[in-house]
Every structure is written in structure tokens, then in C-alpha cells.
């Protein structure tokens, strides 16, 4: 069994630093707020640090889940960051859904201090990973990936490796721009059954045995036709995500039409007031426009 830390432990990290230590592994944890690495302990076991230093220190892994380019940065390179703990010939495994440009300048950060660092965005919402079922798409050094992923399975269905330092952020974002795509379909085609009179329950038990299934319609029909927006990824962060995309687009000159028609469209749901709403929330905006 391996000795890890696991830093950033939000509705993410939290339950995927639970598994870590459900299969043996020998975990140490930090998050920003003390209070949420205390009730960690408190309810895994483990020990909690001050530090993302404190944490790293010692460990053969070092795990993270953070907000952004700017959170993981300073979570690694800071003052107090990891970096400053850990020791050569160790592995940083970054969960964070961030920028490719921030994963190659992590990585090559790490390579001078003889640290190894693969980008491993996940897939699957927070019932993912309590159930420890996510999709990890990662980038970085084949080897280095292959010591690590036996760990990563603790809390994963699936961990690919998709090529060098980035093509993890690369591969999310391609993930979230087929999920913005299918959302916006979604409530559109909910919200059309509804107005001509159809009983949604039923148009979806029928349509979801053919084409048209998919993992957003099987979750969250439901909640939509119901117009409950609580149960998943927030539109703070899918526009985030979003944002991210379409910069990469830009400079590799692709051309995101319906994904920059879609950001907009949540940014409408931001004004709404449904900023933490889950993404499935387009519901709420196709409604709203109806009733102008």
C-alpha cells in the first residue's frame, strides 16, 4: 500500500480521498478551510495537515482537486506548497479540471525539482466519485502513469492515459463540450414535449431505448421535468470549464459554435440567480424564454 496526501477536499476530493483510504492506502490530507480536513479525519481516520508542505512530505503520491489554474499553482509552488515537501522520484497526480497550458508549466516545474506530475481530469459529477466510479483521462509519462494508476482505480471505473503533459486538460475538454452540446438538447427537447402535451415520463422511456439515449437524459430527465437543479455540477464550474475550452479553441483554431451559444446560455442562468443550480439547469432558462 502506498503513504499519499490528498489536498483539496471539496464535494471531489473529499470522496475520493475516503476511497484512498477504504483500500488500504495510508493517507494524509489537507484543505484550504481546516475545519473540512478535520471532519475528514474525524470520519476516514487518516491525519490532516496544515500545509499542502506539511502534507507532502514524506509521501510517494501526492493527489490534488482544486478550483483552477490559479488554486493549483499556489497549492503547488506556493510559500507553502507541495512542491516544498515532497521529495525526488515522487509523483504529483493533479485531479483539478484546469488549463493544458497550466499542466505542461506544473510539469516542467516539478521535472527540475526530479518530481513527476501527470494531468488527470475526471469525468462522472459527485455521485462519481462517492461511488468511486469516475473516468480519469490523463496526460503525462507512460511509466510514471502506470506506477500510479493501481491508486487512481480506488476511486475510478476507468483512467486512460490520453498522451504527454496536457492532453488530460485536453481530452475534458473535449468531454465538456459534448456535455454542454447534450444538455442544451435535452432541455430543449423536454421542454418541447411538454408544450405539445406529452407525458415527458413516457417520451423519455421510449426515446432512451433508441439514438437518442444518453447518461445526461438517464439522470436527469427527471429533475428537469420537475425543475430541481440540485443534483450535480454547478454552472459556476461548467462555465469555468467552458472558458477553458474555448481559449484552447482559439488558439488551435477550432471553431465552437454551439459551445459558445451554450456559455452564454448559462450565463443567462448565472443572472437567473442559479449560479450553484446543476448544469441540467438550461431547463429553467428554455422555460424562462418561452414565457416571454
Not at 254 to 269: I, K, M, N, R, W
Amino acid at each position: 500500500m502506498a503513504k499519499v496526501a490528498f489536498l483539496g477536499l471539496g464535494v471531489m476530493g473529499y470522496p475520493m480521498a475516503g476511497h484512498l483510504l477504504k483500500h488500504g492506502h495510508e493517507v494524509t490530507v489537507y484543505n484550504r478551510t481546516a475545519a473540512k480536513a478535520e471532519a475528514w479525519v474525524a470520519q476516514h481516520g487518516g491525519r490532516c495537515c496544515a500545509t499542502p508542505a506539511e502534507a507532502a512530505q514524506g509521501q510517494e503520491m501526492v493527489f490534488c482537486c482544486v478550483g483552477n489554474d490559479d488554486d493549483l499553482r499556489e497549492l503547488i509552488l506556493g510559500a507553502e506548497g507541495a512542491v516544498h515537501g515532497m521529495a525526488a522520484n515522487t509523483v504529483f497526480v493533479d485531479h483539478t479540471t484546469a488549463s493544458a497550458d497550466v499542466a505542461r508549466e506544473l510539469a516542467q516545474a516539478l521535472a527540475d525539482k526530479q518530481i513527476s506530475f501527470i494531468d488527470a481530469p475526471v469525468s462522472g459529477g459527485q455521485a462519481g466519485a462517492e461511488n468511486g466510479v469516475l473516468t480519469v483521462m490523463a496526460g503525462g509519462d507512460e511509466q510514471v502513469f502506470a506506477s500510479v494508476k493501481s491508486v487512481i482505480d480506488c476511486y475510478a471505473k476507468s483512467a486512460v492515459l490520453m498522451g504527454d503533459s496536457g492532453a488530460g486538460q485536453l481530452t475534458k475538454m473535449v468531454n465538456q463540450i459534448c456535455i454542454a452540446g447534450i444538455v442544451q438538447g435535452l432541455a430543449e427537447a423536454l421542454s418541447f414535449a411538454q408544450n405539445a402535451g406529452l407525458d415527458g415520463e413516457k417520451v423519455v422511456q421510449v426515446i432512451s431505448k433508441g439514438a437518442a439515449q444518453s447518461w445526461q437524459m438517464e439522470n436527469r430527465y427527471k429533475t428537469m421535468l420537475k425543475d430541481e437543479y440540485d443534483f450535480g455540477f454547478a454552472v459556476d464550474w461548467m462555465r469555468k470549464d467552458l472558458g477553458i475550452a474555448l481559449n484552447e479553441a482559439r488558439r488551435n483554431g477550432s471553431t465552437l459554435p454551439l459551445t459558445a451559444l451554450v456559455d452564454q446560455f448559462y450565463a443567462e442562468v448565472q443572472a437567473m440567480g442559479g449560479s450553484r443550480w446543476d448544469t441540467s439547469s438550461l431547463m429553467a432558462r428554455q422555460k424562462k424564454c418561452q414565457q416571454k
